[in-house]
């Protein structure tokens, strides 16, 4: 899926990535179906926001809502003395959750799939290079909700079909795995759609037959 962002929304969205350092949760909800919803959210101090303000003279729209693309809503929320600039995308399949995860420097993404009747997540997240997106935090939450109950996981916390990993700042590389039921009604992958379709239309196809035979054998 490829997410158009005008000029000024993209600046902004870099410059909170990039400047200072700031805390990151992200949740990644995924349904049955292979749908879902991603969302991030980047909290700010209050000395970080004014300097961030004072830089780029955005005290009005701190968070740039006004300018968000159709897809994506961007709304500003005050926790305390912070504010949290949240970013929410949904996303039809799992291919387009791998195009928004892609999105950001320094995440690898190991397996993200269905397969054998399971859901498997693996990724990995780069705390500590220099050009990864995830260096300068002081803090990090991410949270995946599975389409079905969890099977294995390395969260650090579960509740339910919901895990939650909070890798310390600057600890490496750290890996994030899960596997979970897949529930029925699960994407196809785009061959496995086209054989289904295949299917169908041969059992159509079959039984059209058989029907024009015994048509045949009556007027007989």
């Known amino acids: 899926m490829k997410i158009r962002l005008n000029g000024r929304f993209l600046l902004i969205s870099c410059v909170f990535l990039l400047a200072g350092c700031h805390k990151l949760e992200a949740t990644t909800r995924i349904n ?8 991030t959210g ?18 009005q729209d701190f968070c740039n809502t006004a300018q ?3 897809n994506v ?70 949270t995946v909700v ?13 509740n339910g079909n919901t895990l939650t990993w909070k890798p310390a700042p600057k600890s490496g590389i750290v890996n994030l795995k899960a596997e979970s039921e897949a529930p029925r ?4 992958p785009q061959c496995g759609a086209t054989l289904a379709i295949f299917g169908v239309l041969f059992l159509q196809v079959r ?9 045949e054998t009556s007027e007989v």
């Not at 049955?32 to 969302?39: A, H, Y």
Request: glycine residues 6%; hydrophobic residues 30%; negative net charge.
């Open 68 to 70: 968000a693309p159709a």
């Open 207 to 215: 039984r059209h037959k058989k029907t024009s035979e015994v048509f």
């Open 32 to 39: 049955p179906d292979g749908s879902g919803e991603l969302q």
């Open 146 to 158: 599975m389409p079905g109950t969890p099977l294995t996981h390395n969260a650090d916390e579960a």
């Open 73 to 142: 809503t961007m709304t500003e929320e005050k926790r305390g003395e912070e504010t949290w600039c949240i970013n929410t995308t949904s996303f039809k399949n799992l291919d387009e959750l791998r195009a928004l995860y892609q999105q950001r420097t320094g995440i690898t993404i190991n397996q993200l799939e269905v397969k054998d009747g399971n859901f498997y997540y693996d990724v990995d997240i780069d705390t500590l290079s220099e050009d990864s997106s995830f260096s300068n935090l002081t803090e990090l939450t991410w």
């Open 42 to 59: 980047v909290g700010f101090s209050a000395e970080e926001r004014a300097n961030l303000e004072k830089q780029y003279n955005n005290s």
């Open 185 to 188: 009604g699960f994407s196809f």
